[in-house]
């Protein structure tokens, strides 16, 4: 069950992201969000174990600094994928996918952080 929050979650801050952050689409619908929201996860679920798994030298060499550039080649991914999630060019394109990265890596360490709290405590 925990999947479908963390989707919905992830849905909720895709469409923050589009209407707060310059560089992306400020006009993307609930239905846009959901969209963004599962190209996102079909990214991470198939694309995001291989990409750990060859850069894990390197991220354990920089003592995990380099799974921020893995999570930023992610994001970068889903929004060439899905091309209506980016706007127009309010600021450079790949300083509005750093912020978006950024802000999707704290909610998604802060949702990991709060499911892992619950199973220890149940």
Do not use: C, Q
């Not at 929050?5 to 952050?21: E, G, S």
């Not at 394109?93 to 704290?106: F, N, R």
């Amino acid at each position: 069950m925990s999947w479908i929050i963390r989707f919905i979650v992830n849905a909720i801050v895709l469409w923050l992201i589009a209407k707060f952050v310059p560089g992306f689409n400020h006009n993307l619908g609930v239905g846009g969000a959901i969209m963004v929201a599962i190209v996102f996860g079909i990214v991470n679920a198939l694309i995001g174990p291989i990409l750990r798994l060859l850069s894990a030298p390197l991220t354990w060499i920089t003592h995990g600094l380099f799974a921020f550039v893995v999570n930023y080649l992610l994001f970068v991914l889903t929004v060439a994928i899905y091309k209506p999630f980016r706007g127009n060019g309010e600021i450079n394109i790949w300083l509005a996918d750093l912020y978006g990265a950024i802000i999707m890596v704290i909610v998604s360490t802060f949702i990991h952080m709060m499911s892992e709290s619950r199973t220890t405590t149940a």
